[in-house]
T-cell receptor
């Protein structure tokens, strides 16, 4: 198993550009999520999904879109990048969507995004 | 509101014991998780407490008191490789505290 994979590892964007961060998992996990990590801010939840076709907002959803067309993939789209979106982005997945059971999440290696 | 509070930094000596505390406030609580993250790496799951009490996993233990909205992570026989950031988190969805940076010194 490859686990959770993310591409690209590094990306530099100019303000106003758009891009999609890719996330895939091969563990047949129902639950997937996106976090951003900034110095001193911990991990903040952007969006999450409890299954194909179902997504919901986290703590900091503004400026980001997601969709979940398959169990395996959960891409994160930045429609018009801003310098405030400079961050490290982590995708994570867990097996069960039963309430309270997403406590053990498997994280991808992260994407380091810089917006100039 | 919903929040988790943990100390920003802790320093401890190699071979010693260190406790990282976490207090939380949330309307819907299922349990408290702990994650470890080394610099430049991804967070990895350490432990989970759904019920009050102590859970032990090797050198690491985690404790939860639901009535006090409080938990802690206990690391014993500290090693240099334990230098990392440690996050408490509650679910669902999984929401993290800001993390505690542990430095282990010789």
């Amino acid at each position: 198993n490859a686990g959770v994979t993310q591409t690209p590892k590094f990306q530099v964007l100019k303000t106003g550009q758009s891009m999609t961060l890719q996330c895939a998992q091969d563990m047949n996990h129902e639950y997937m999520s996106w976090y951003r990590q900034d110095p001193g801010m911990g991990l903040r939840l952007i969006h999450y999904s409890v299954g194909a076709g179902i997504t919901d907002q986290g703590e900091v959803p503004n400026g980001y879109n997601v969709s979940r067309s398959t169990t395996e993939d959960f891409p994160l789209r930045l429609l018009s990048a801003a310098p405030s979106q400079t961050s490290v982005y982590f995708c994570a997945s867990s097996y069960s969507i039963v309430a309270g059971s997403s406590y053990e999440q498997y994280f991808g290696p992260g994407t380091r995004l810089t917006v100039t | 509101g919903q929040s988790l509070e943990q100390p920003s930094e802790v320093t401890a000596v190699e071979g010693a014991i260190v406790q990282i505390n976490c207090t939380y406030q949330t309307s819907g609580f299922y349990g408290l998780s702990w994650y470890q993250q080394h610099d430049g790496g991804a967070p990895t799951f350490l432990s989970y407490n759904a019920l009050d009490g102590l859970e032990e996993t090797g050198r690491f233990s985690s404790f939860l008191s639901r009535s006090d909205s409080y938990g802690y992570l206990l690391l014993q026989e500290l090693q240099m490789k334990d230098s990392a950031s440690y996050f408490c988190a509650y679910s669902t969805p999984l929401v993290f505290g800001k993390g505690t940076r542990l430095s282990v010194i010789a």
